[in-house]
């Protein structure tokens, strides 16, 4: 006897999350992830733009930890 079928779904307790300002709708979201490096000279750290889920899928972006190396 088997019982139902299992959806399968995302394991979302390795997904990274984050709450931060999305670049692309200039404004805070949940979610965002870092896609692309902003070269801005020598100096201390590196900054970057952020991204939320709906402008990733709306503009085609891959997060940087996601793009192969």
């Known amino acids: 006897m088997s019982g139902p079928a299992k959806q399968q779904t995302e394991?979302?307790?390795v997904t990274p999350v984050g709450y931060?300002?999305?670049?692309w709708h200039?404004?805070?979201s949940r979610g965002v992830r870092l896609v692309q490096l902003?070269?801005?000279g020598s100096g201390h750290g590196?900054?970057?733009?952020f991204a939320c889920t709906s402008?990733?899928?709306?503009y085609?972006?891959?997060p940087l930890a996601d793009q192969p190396l």
């Open 11 to 13: 394991d979302t307790s």
């Open 20 to 23: 931060g300002y999305c670049a």
């Open 26 to 28: 200039s404004g805070y």
């Open 38 to 40: 902003a070269d801005e």
């Open 46 to 49: 590196s900054r970057g733009h």
């Open 55 to 58: 402008c990733r899928q709306a």
């Open 60 to 62: 085609d972006l891959v």
